[in-house]
């Protein structure tokens, strides 16, 4: 069965701190994507990458970084987590030329 | 800015009854997908549709995509506890092959017994 795993489901960070968020996919995918999902506001791209090495920024990207050294892993970088990053992340991949994604199940972020 | 606009925005059934929500686009879709999210998980894809007037069925899920590609519809019949979750649409970037999705903002649907 085709996966794509995020290293944590719940997370809790301090203030300042800088986190990593995981994503490791194993469907040989060129395409993966982050998002923030937060109640009323759905789905909201932050970055995703279309190659290794490759990024483009989503609708969000402010306040985070990502990082995609090997196909089959796509890192999320907050850079000084702010409580406004309290939020679910989302993971995603899909083949090149498109198509549905397959989503993680997510790591649930907060920052105190 | 690609706009899905989703309703309803919640809505709370029996089980046993039918429900049917809504997806409406700004512009003509190229494809358009349907996901299921439970709480605590990630979206699941349950279809892609892609020409106009399309219709496809997955059990007791019916989805219907308008004849002018604008807008799109998930019927479900005799809801039952397992079908509760969130709903979302999302439409394909027109031209690109990168793959991104814009996503609605989704349909809450709880079933109770």
């Known amino acids: 069965d085709v996966k794509v795993t995020q290293s944590s489901r719940y997370l809790v960070k301090r203030t300042g701190e800088k986190v990593f968020l995981e994503c490791v996919q194993d469907?040989?995918?060129?395409?993966m994507f982050w998002y923030r999902q937060d109640p009323g506001l759905g789905l909201r791209l932050i970055y995703f990458?279309?190659?290794?090495?490759?990024?483009e920024k989503g609708d969000i990207p402010e306040g985070y970084s990502v990082s995609r050294e090997k196909k089959e892993r796509f890192s999320l970088i907050l850079e000084s987590a702010s409580t406004n990053q309290t939020s679910m992340y989302l993971c995603?991949?899909?083949?090149?030329?498109?198509?549905?994604?397959?989503f993680g199940s997510g790591t649930r972020l907060t920052v105190v | 800015t690609q706009l899905l606009e989703q309703s309803p925005q919640f809505l709370s059934i029996q089980e046993g009854e039918n429900l049917t929500v809504y997806c409406n686009s700004s512009?003509?879709?190229?494809?358009l997908q349907w996901y299921r999210q439970e709480p605590g998980e990630g979206p699941v894809l349950l279809v892609t549709?892609?020409?106009?007037?399309e219709v496809k069925k997955l059990k007791r899920l019916t989805f219907q995509f308008g004849d002018a590609r604008k807008d799109s519809s998930l019927h479900i019949t005799a809801a039952q506890t397992g079908d509760t979750g969130l709903y979302l649409c999302?439409?394909?970037?027109?031209?690109?092959?990168?793959?991104?999705?814009?996503f609605g903002r989704g349909t809450q649907l709880t079933v109770w017994p």
């Open positions: 469907m040989d995918h060129e395409n």
């Open positions: 999302a439409q394909a970037d027109r031209g690109s092959t990168l793959g991104r999705l814009y």
């Open positions: 512009s003509v879709f190229s494809s």
């Open positions: 990458s279309y190659d290794v090495k490759m990024k």
């Open positions: 549709v892609v020409t106009g007037g």
């Open positions: 995603a991949s899909t083949p090149g030329g498109g198509g549905g994604y397959t």
